[in-house]
């Protein structure tokens, strides 16, 4: 059997990485390893020549400001990221990131923030910030635990997949319970936590489909959850 092996592109870890988004990257790297699996994370900051072979892709939230000093370099890479996406490449992008894996983030200083459209979705900002302990319930996931912290409300097209309905909490607009977006192997969520520490089964499904893309099989190897499953136990009982 040959070793298997992942290559994963964190994206703009400098402008876009707060709220321990970091630790995305983290969980996926020693979860690949404990399914055998060898992996390395590589870096892409602005200027810098995008990687070859990558199979996963992971993206963090950041403020209005970091999200306009990326804007312009996020454009440079739209068309690879849009080939990846459409080549079935897993990419989990949270917050500030989901907002400009849409069209546009319009800030509540008016400034418009070109997005690179792989999801069909609009992002307003606005004069409330939708804070605090948040659930989402996804039909592929289960339950999804998570802290949302965000002024920008998206709005969805009538044919964009959801990732899950809102059940505490404010999710993508706090108007119409939807929360997050997906398209192909792309997930878009405001879910910062960090997102995957507490919900491993999504980490595993990146590792999957990234896995299944790339040699046509994946073998889990059974994990002990349950540190995981006490993290999310407690923080789903925590007031939002
Ligand atoms: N700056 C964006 C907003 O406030 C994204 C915030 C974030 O990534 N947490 O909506």
Redesign the pocket.
Known sequence: MTQKSLRILQLYPRD?N??GDWGNTLTVLRRAERHGISAEVIDYNPGDEFPKDIDIVIG?????S??LKIQDDLQQLAPTLRELAEDNVPMLA??????LFGHF?K?KDGDMIKGIGILDIE?Y?SNE?LIGNIITHSERFGDIVGY?????LTYLADTTQLLGTVTKGAGNNGKDHTEGACFNNVIGT?L?GSLLPKNPVIADWLIEQACMRKYGEFTPADIDDSLAQHARETAMNRPR
């Open positions: 876009m707060i709220y963090g939230g950041g403020q209005d970091g999200q949270i917050c500030g990131l989901y907002q983030f800030t992002t900002g910030r949302e912290n965000h002024s920008g405001y910062h």
